[in-house]
């Protein structure tokens, strides 16, 4: 049985321009409805597709390294946020993205929020694989101290079906997309 997503996160699209064209190929179908967030350079880009059938996305906004739905799902009527990041790598730049980042979550008080995409940042060492397995303590800390103060609950999903492969596009079997 094939399931399809809902709601669609990609991060590092790398892409500038965005049409209908381009997310009907990657989603299949014209019931969808998406926003993006270009990249900047050769680096970057966010892109949110979701299903119309399904969810009715009210707004989107976004800001440097987040791209943001507002909605309901329409069977329930269960309003829910979604923001979509791709962090930098660099630890400044980080830090001034869980900070606005926190002020985001106490503005949108009971909203059910998640945050989906590539935070470039672990919690633990014991997450990190690849790279050598370096981890600066310090991004650690920060991030940790940005998941403790905004009460965010890091969900514990592992495995390559929910990480980083360094396998092509092409070659991947069995893909979940959650």
Request: with cysteine; aromatic share 10%; proline share 3%.
């Amino acid at each position: 049985m094939i399931k399809k997503p809902v709601v669609l996160c990609l991060q590092e699209s790398k892409l500038n321009v965005v049409d209908d064209l381009l997310i009907k190929a990657i989603w299949g179908s014209a019931s969808l409805g998406f926003s993006f967030q270009p990249s900047m350079g050769a680096s970057g880009g966010l892109l949110t597709v979701w299903d119309r059938n399904v969810v009715e996305v009210w707004s989107t906004t976004s800001f440097p390294h987040v791209l943001v739905i507002r909605g309901q799902v329409l069977q329930t009527g269960q309003e829910f946020v979604i923001a979509n990041i791709y962090a930098s790598c660099d630890t400044a730049t980080k830090q001034v993205l869980w900070d606005h980042l926190q002020l985001f979550v106490l503005n949108n008080g009971e909203a059910k929020l998640s945050f989906c995409g590539d935070l470039n940042s672990v919690p633990f060492s014991e997450e990190r694989r690849g790279m050598g397995s370096f981890i600066r303590q310090h991004d650690s800390d920060i991030f940790n101290k940005f998941i403790d103060e905004s009460s965010l609950i890091d969900l514990p999903i592992f495995g390559r079906l929910f990480t980083w492969c360094n396998t092509p596009f092409s070659q991947q079997r069995n893909i979940q997309i959650i």
